[in-house]
């Protein structure tokens, strides 16, 4: 257990440090100059020139990045162009709402998924099952933009499941006959 958890460890630095690495080749490879970037397209050249001293972006990228993640690597993650700020300071100061809304989704879905997993495990392949399924597999797909799904995703879930979970039902119980008998009470399965 203690090699795998290592493991797992070393492929979560790796994973980080490689994602690191791409973000910041790409920006630099962009077109442009990092300091025109950031100043805009109306700067002056003696603007676009004290910018770059002042961030050192003359010297070489690799020495750059290294300083970078060793910067990172003790907390400090430089100061945010919009707010103008120590991002280590936002982060912190948005932590507290982020953890308090993990806790109380994990409060929430977690119960909830163990239970609807129990009901649905019960009745393996029936309706419930195959509802939870695809409940699921549509909810995990579904983009959230801007903290909140989009309402056309909303509608294509509904009539997605809607036809999943009628048509086996039509099949199992014979046609549209058997199914407008179904209410009658009589058990056709």
Excluded at 76 to 104: C, E, H, K, Y
Excluded at 106 to 126: D, T
Excluded at 144 to 159: D, K, M
Aim: charged share 20%; aromatic share 8%.
């Amino acid at each position: 257990m203690l090699r795998y958890s290592a493991k797992q460890l070393l492929n979560m630095a790796l994973t980080l440090f490689a994602v690191s690495f791409l973000v910041f080749a790409l920006n630099e490879l962009s077109p442009g100059d990092v300091a025109r970037k950031i100043l805009g397209p109306y700067a002056s050249q003696s603007q676009v020139d004290h910018l770059t001293l002042q961030m050192g972006l003359d010297r070489p990228a690799i020495v750059r990045y290294f300083e970078y993640m060793g910067k990172a690597l003790t907390g400090d993650f430089g100061d945010s162009i919009v707010f103008r700020q120590p991002v280590s300071a936002l982060m912190w100061d948005r932590l507290g709402n982020t953890l308090l809304l993990a806790a109380i989704s994990f409060a929430v879905i977690v119960p909830l998924s163990v239970v609807l997993g129990v009901l649905a495990g019960m009745r393996e392949r029936g309706w419930f099952d195959r509802s939870v399924s695809v409940f699921s597999s549509m909810c995990a797909s579904i983009p959230i933009r801007h903290g909140r799904v989009p309402a056309r995703h909303l509608r294509g879930l509904a009539r997605l499941a809607s036809r999943y979970l009628a048509a086996p039902l039509r099949l199992r119980l014979g046609g549209l006959d058997a199914i407008r008998a179904a209410g009658t009470g009589r058990d056709f399965l």
